[in-house]
Each structure stands twice: as structure tokens, then as C-alpha cells.
């Protein structure tokens, strides 16, 4: 069998130009594009991988942010609770200080209230015994109530101790005043004249006088002098059984605690 060079030239300069006409129009395109597409998808990768760094950044400052949320809510939650209970506590305080202040004066009412009453009743005691003693005396004396209690207050002016005496003279030279003279009912000329006289034989003078009524002593007589004081009256005698009524109706301490309504 002979070989046809020229067939076989022929056949590989076919294959060369075959060869070149695939690498130039076919392999070149294909490598270019595969080229191209790795690196469109190594820029998606790259760009995903940017896009979930992104992501991933963002999901920590969310969280981070969630946590501060967290943290300012539970410190508003805890800083409300403390002020509430700051303020429960004031409340309970005022509560306690408004009770004790006024349990102090529900005490002092009810003191009051008893020292009233005990006024009252030792009042009107005294009222119906000076009543009943005015009566009786008027009915068993032999002259006029009135003329004793000044015959009376005459002989405990001139019985004075020394001391008492210098402290009426030195009252009366102390300013020039009149002497004032006060009854329960209006002194007759002649029982004025023995006060004159009994005054005057004190004092060493002719003093000045001044005679006035004055029915709240109910029964008595009553001598004033620059400051100085002298008196005679039932109620100096009824004064030992009102202060023995008073202290009948005195009510200790803790009677009066119990009578006063405990405030919780």
C-alpha cells in the first residue's frame, strides 16, 4: 500500500487549521466565558459573604441594642419598685405620725372633755352648797348674813398678823389710791363706817374708799389696795370639800388612756 503524502499533508494541515479555528473561535470563548463566570460567581460569593458579614454585624448591634433595651427596662423596673416603695414607706410614716398626733388629741379631748366635767360638777356643787349655806345661815342668825360677814371680815381685819399688816400698810402708802371695797350686796352707810373706821386705825390716815357690788362673791367681802388682797367669803370655807370633790373625780392616767379610743 503507498502513502499519499499529499493526502496526509493535506489531512494535517486540515487538523492544524481544524485545531487553530477551535482554539480561536471555540476553546478561547469557552475559557473566556467559563473565566467570566468564576469570577461572577466569585464576586457574588464575595459579595454574599459581605452581605451576611453585614448581616451578621447588624444582628449584633440589634442584640446589643435588645440588651441595652433589656438593661434600661429592668433598671426603670427596679428604680420604679425602690421609688414606690420609698414612697409606701413615706406614706406608712405620715400614716403612723397622723395617728399618733391624733390619738394625742383624742387624749386631750377626752382630758379636757373630763376636766370640764369635773369643773362642771364641782361648779354646780358648789353653787347649791353656797345656796343652801346662804339659806341656812340667813335663817338661823340673828341678824342679817350680811352684817356678820362684815362684822366677821372687820374682826379678821383687825386680828392680822404683824407681816400681813405691813404688807397692807406699805400697799396702801405705795400710791394714792382708794381702798376698794367689793360685796355681794350693797353695804348699808352704817357698815361702811365700821370698814372706814377699821382701815383708817390700821393705816394711820384718812384713806379713800370705794364701795362696789359685785354679786359673783355670792356671799362675802372683799378688800383690794394697790396689789393687796383680803377676803372673806363661804366660799374660803367650802374650798377644802371642792377640792376633796375634785379629788373624788380626779381619773388616773390609765383610766384615762382607756377611756380614750386606741388609733392603729
Known amino acids: 500500500m503507498q502513502i499519499n503524502w499529499f493526502t496526509v499533508i493535506a489531512q494535517i494541515l486540515n487538523f492544524l487549521v481544524l485545531v487553530w479555528l477551535l482554539k480561536r473561535y471555540l476553546y478561547k470563548p469557552i475559557l473566556k466565558a467559563i473565566?467570566?463566570?468564576e469570577k461572577?460567581?466569585?464576586?457574588?460569593?464575595?459579595?454574599?459573604?459581605?452581605?451576611?458579614?453585614?448581616?451578621?454585624?447588624?444582628?449584633?448591634?440589634?442584640?446589643?441594642k435588645n440588651d441595652d433595651f433589656d438593661k434600661q427596662k429592668t433598671d426603670l423596673v427596679n428604680k420604679a419598685i425602690a421609688d414606690a416603695n420609698n414612697e409606701r414607706q413615706k406614706?406608712?410614716?405620715?400614716?403612723?405620725?397622723?395617728?399618733?398626733?391624733?390619738?394625742?388629741?383624742?387624749?386631750?379631748?377626752?382630758?379636757?372633755?373630763?376636766?370640764?366635767?369635773?369643773?362642771?360638777?364641782?361648779k354646780k356643787t358648789q353653787e347649791e352648797v353656797f345656796a343652801i349655806a346662804r339659806k341656812a345661815l340667813t335663817d338661823i342668825a340673828s341678824v342679817s348674813m350680811e352684817e356678820q360677814s362684815v362684822h366677821l371680815f372687820i374682826k379678821c381685819f383687825n386680828e392680822l398678823k404683824?407681816?400681813?399688816?405691813?404688807k397692807f400698810i406699805d400697799s396702801f402708802h405705795?400710791?394714792?389710791?382708794?381702798v376698794v371695797i367689793r360685796t355681794a350686796f350693797d353695804l348699808p352707810a352704817?357698815?361702811?363706817?365700821?370698814?372706814?373706821?377699821?382701815?383708817?386705825?390700821?393705816?394711820?390716815?384718812?384713806?379713800?374708799?370705794?364701795?362696789?357690788t359685785a354679786p359673783e362673791l355670792i356671799s362675802g367681802i372683799e378688800l383690794t389696795a394697790n396689789g393687796y388682797k383680803l377676803a372673806?367669803?363661804?366660799?374660803?370655807?367650802?374650798?377644802?370639800?371642792?377640792?376633796?370633790l375634785s379629788d373624788i373625780l380626779k381619773i388616773k392616767p390609765e383610766d384615762e388612756k382607756k377611756a380614750a379610743p386606741e388609733v392603729k
Open 91 to 122: 406614706l406608712i410614716e405620715a400614716a403612723k405620725t397622723d395617728a399618733t398626733a391624733l390619738k394625742a388629741k383624742l387624749d386631750a379631748a377626752t382630758k379636757e372633755e373630763l376636766e370640764n366635767m369635773k369643773g362642771e360638777i364641782a
Open 232 to 244: 372673806w367669803t363661804i366660799s374660803e370655807y367650802l374650798n377644802s370639800m371642792q377640792k376633796s
Open 35 to 37: 473565566d467570566d463566570r
Open 190 to 212: 352704817n357698815l361702811q363706817d365700821e370698814i372706814k373706821k377699821a382701815v383708817n386705825a390700821l393705816v394711820g390716815t384718812e384713806a379713800q374708799f370705794e364701795f362696789k
Open 162 to 166: 404683824e407681816e400681813e399688816k405691813k
Open 174 to 178: 405705795s400710791k394714792s389710791a382708794p
Open 40 to 64: 461572577k460567581i466569585a464576586a457574588e460569593l464575595k459579595d454574599a459573604d459581605t452581605k451576611k458579614a453585614e448581616a451578621k454585624k447588624e444582628q449584633d448591634e440589634f442584640k446589643q
